[in-house]
């Protein structure tokens, strides 16, 4: 309070402020704040320094300085998608326990809005991007920041990523149908993920071994796509006894359509998926899913990320993780199914 004006001042506070505070050297807070690693015992006290000093960096005369801003750009496809929300949460999370920014970005599956999206980075300046691109990708991410894919990759590029193992996870959704005893089964992919593509593969290269009854459908990522895909599968002569979603969404999209219709899982038709979003539990005697490591995918990108950051030289690296097949009620056997539906009347 000054004493003449009786008004608030506010002294500036600096990184040498930060520094005696936190006992450390200004070069120390200044590797902290750019996201160098230290050791983090410092990196903590310089945190907790800063928000008890009430430091503020000045963030436009940082940029001028450096190339990099502290920041992470995230473009994921679909934020509707409980997947995406997530791994943006796990990601969020280190990022910011790293003293670092994100810009989320969601893309619905746009190649346009993508390719405006990436270039917003390079105007950011951003320190690198995490990325899930859609399969219809249109420019490749630039190789001057460092970017890691997530969930998805781009054919014919090299870059960091981390993926699902999704040809054996969809193979393990309908060779555990199979033994259920279901024998005609149509599944819905995305068409325009290489995601959903490689579930396609997986389901059809399943269904050809095993010798069973399949259709594998593309359902175009737009409001009513799958609906309509779904009639078209219902309304034929030979109704499959079982249908495999590729995501949750289309799960809760295909089940929608079901009630409308009239049809009950398991007891008219069965019904098995990916992802393992919270509702899943708890329609009916809940739906068999493959879980994906939603946690792990997060801080495997982000570690892959700062690993990027400091050696850029290195190779590229591709983690596959595996999934998990939780089973429950909605694929239930055929004469379980049966037994099901008589005690529900």
């Known amino acids: 309070m000054d004493r003449i004006t009786g008004e608030n001042v506010f002294m500036a506070v600096g ?12 070069a120390t807070v200044s590797r902290v704040l750019s996201g160098t690693p230290v050791d983090p015992a410092m990196r903590d006290a310089v945190l907790k320094a800063v928000e008890t000093t009430g430091y503020r960096p000045n963030l436009a005369a940082r940029r001028l300085r450096s190339r990099h801003t502290n920041t992470i750009g995230l473009i994921v496809a679909d934020i509707r998608n409980p997947f995406f929300t997530a791994v943006s949460r796990t990601i969020e999370d280190m990022a910011n326990r790293q003293g670092m920014r994100i810009i989320l ?3 619905d599956e746009d190649p346009a809005k993508e390719e405006a ?3 917003l980075m390079e105007e950011e300046r951003v320190t690198g991007v995490i990325l899930a691109p859609a399969r219809s990708t249109r420019k490749r991410p630039p190789r001057d920041f460092p970017t890691v894919l997530i969930d998805r990759t781009i054919p014919g590029e090299v870059f960091d990523c981390v993926v699902l193992d999704n040809i054996s ?8 149908l199979v033994q259920r005893g279901h024998r005609r089964i149509a599944g819905l992919f995305g068409a325009e993920s290489n995601t959903g593509r490689e579930r396609r593969i997986g389901f059809e290269e399943a269904a050809a071994r095993l010798g069973i009854a399949a259709t594998s459908h593309a359902v175009p990522h737009a409001d009513g796509e799958a609906a309509q895909v779904l009639h078209g599968i219902l309304a034929g002569a030979d109704r499959p006894d079982a249908i495999v979603a590729s995501n949750g969404v289309m799960l809760l999209t295909v089940l929608r359509e079901l009630r409308v219709l009239g049809l009950r899982v398991p007891g008219d038709i069965a019904l098995a998926g990916f992802d393992n979003n919270d509702w899943m539990e708890f329609v009916g005697d809940g739906l068999t899913v493959i879980e994906q490591p939603v946690d792990e995918i997060g801080r495997t990108a982000m570690t ?3 690993e990027r950051i400091a050696h850029p030289e290195n190779p590229a690296r591709k983690v596959v993780l595996q999934g998990r097949l939780i089973v429950r009620g909605s694929s239930a056997a055929v004469d ?4 099901m539906e008589a005690q529900s009347r």
Do not use: K
């Not at 402020?17 to 936190?22: E, G, K, L, Q, T």
């Open 15 to 26: 990184i040498r402020d930060v520094a005696r505070a936190a006992g450390v050297s200004p």
């Open 304 to 306: 892959m990320l700062a």
């Open 169 to 176: 996870m969809a193979d393990a959704l309908v060779q555990h």
């Open 105 to 107: 970005c969601n893309t």
């Open 336 to 339: 379980a199914a049966a037994d």
């Open 117 to 119: 999206y990436l270039g």
